[in-house]
């Protein structure tokens, strides 16, 4: 499938020129003589990251010029989906932003979608023909990259939040990896602040642990979780997370090592992976 990419303009199959008008629009222009070789009959997609709201414009915009090309079948692959946490509406006076995304998504009508570990199943209920890209094949990268798996040192997965449960069980199967801790905690609403931090398991015994998640934002969450485990007895806490936002900076108190991947931004310093190689 050729691959028209708004993450690495360099590799696209089609080269292009974006820019920003001054009154704040995206704007692209395709090289047509690329374009003009390429099978309008043959599949294409977009590979891009919805970070925001002129990723999307950008987006739709490219999907709007594949159309007048003639290109018949145009699929959105997504590696990181904009609003994909407010999947809900939280408090009274606030939006359900997922829904108006995938709204505008729905408009122009992809072939598909696929979105790579999206926050939850509600984006590809409301997204027309989405599809989940799952975080197994990275976070088994992520494993063999660490070595874990195949020198005989203990691994545990470990799921953050009741949120990242389910995930988690599915994960397990596909590593086979037998040992998982389930961990909880509390969050106010409002204020974001995070308490109560718990597990039922007692003893890790100097076990290595992978707390593994969709999204780091702050990394609160895993800071207090890896406390937790180090707590009973975690020799290592390292953290697998698909989206690498890390607003507080790369640095997590009392997380060892963080893997994550280029879906949101380029992460320097970091075990920071190519998101194409999972898409």
Do not use: W
Not at 76 to 99: C, I, N, Q, T, W
Not at 249 to 269: A, C, L
Request: proline content about 3%.
């Amino acid at each position: 499938m050729n691959t028209f990419d708004l993450i690495y303009p360099d590799r696209s199959a089609i080269a292009y020129k974006a820019m920003i008008f001054p009154d704040g629009q995206p704007h692209i222009k395709l090289d047509m003589i690329q374009a003009e070789k390429l099978d309008v009959h043959a599949p294409i997609r977009i590979l891009t990251r919805l970070n925001n709201a002129n990723d999307l414009l950008t987006a739709l915009f490219v999907k709007n010029t594949l159309d007048y090309l003639g290109f018949e079948h145009v699929e959105l692959h997504v590696s990181y989906l904009l609003a994909a946490r407010m999947d809900r509406v939280m408090l009274d006076g606030e939006p359900f932003s997922l829904k108006v995304v995938a709204g505008i998504v729905n408009l122009v009508q992809f072939k598909k979608v696929k979105i790579f570990d999206p926050h939850s199943e509600v984006s590809t209920a409301l997204i027309d023909r989405s599809y989940a890209v799952t975080n197994h094949a990275f976070v088994k990268q992520a494993l063999a990259d660490y070595h874990g798996l195949y020198t005989g040192e203990p691994v545990v997965l470990v799921s953050p939040d009741a949120g990242a449960l389910k995930k988690i069980h599915k994960l397990a199967q596909y590593l086979d990896v037998e040992n998982v801790v389930e961990c909880m905690k509390e969050r106010d609403v409002r204020t974001g602040a995070l308490t109560n931090f718990k597990t039922t398991t007692e003893d890790l015994h100097g076990q290595t642990c992978f707390i593994v998640d969709d999204i780091c934002d702050g990394g609160g969450t895993f800071a207090g979780t890896a406390k937790l485990l180090k707590e009973k007895g975690a020799g290592k806490v390292n953290l697998v997370v698909s989206h690498g936002i890390f607003s507080r900076g790369p640095k997590i108190e009392f997380i060892d090592e963080v893997y994550t991947t280029d879906s949101y931004r380029v992460v320097e310093g970091m075990n920071c992976l190519e998101i194409g190689g999972f898409m």
